[in-house]
């Protein structure tokens, strides 16, 4: 099993950015493809931005452009770097693999208000 600690959450305006992290407790972390994923309230969790162990990125419609994934497996962390944020980003995002999910973590809640 692999345990996960989201953070880097908030409040923050329209047109502004946060950088999301993500620690893993264990060096499978290395081996696995990664995501982040996103439950805004009312809604069901969906994945905005997947990882592969090779680096390669792919994302929602909605979030390309603004939105980039990166990880170090050096450090077992995932990060989710949110530029021009919206209110519809609103929600609490998560990281976990994008297939067999582990236990989610509690996540971290970002709010896009003015």
């Known amino acids: 099993q692999v345990q996960f600690v989201e953070s880097g959450g908030g409040l923050v305006q329209p047109g502004g950015s946060l950088r999301l992290s993500c620690k893993a407790s264990?060096?499978?972390?290395?081996?696995?493809?990664m995501a982040w994923y996103r439950q805004a309230p009312g809604k069901q969790r969906e994945l905005v931005a997947s990882?592969?162990?090779?680096?390669?990125?792919e994302y929602v419609d909605s979030v390309k452009g603004r939105f980039t994934i990166s990880r170090d497996n050096v450090k077992n962390t995932l990060w989710l770097q949110m530029n021009s944020l919206k209110p519809e980003d609103t929600a609490v995002y998560y990281c976990?693999?994008?297939?067999?999910?582990?236990?989610w973590g509690q996540g971290t809640l970002v709010t896009v208000s003015s």
């Open positions: 264990s060096n499978i972390f290395n081996l696995i493809n």
């Open positions: 976990n693999r994008p297939v067999q999910a582990f236990p």
């Open positions: 990882i592969t162990t090779p680096y390669d990125t």
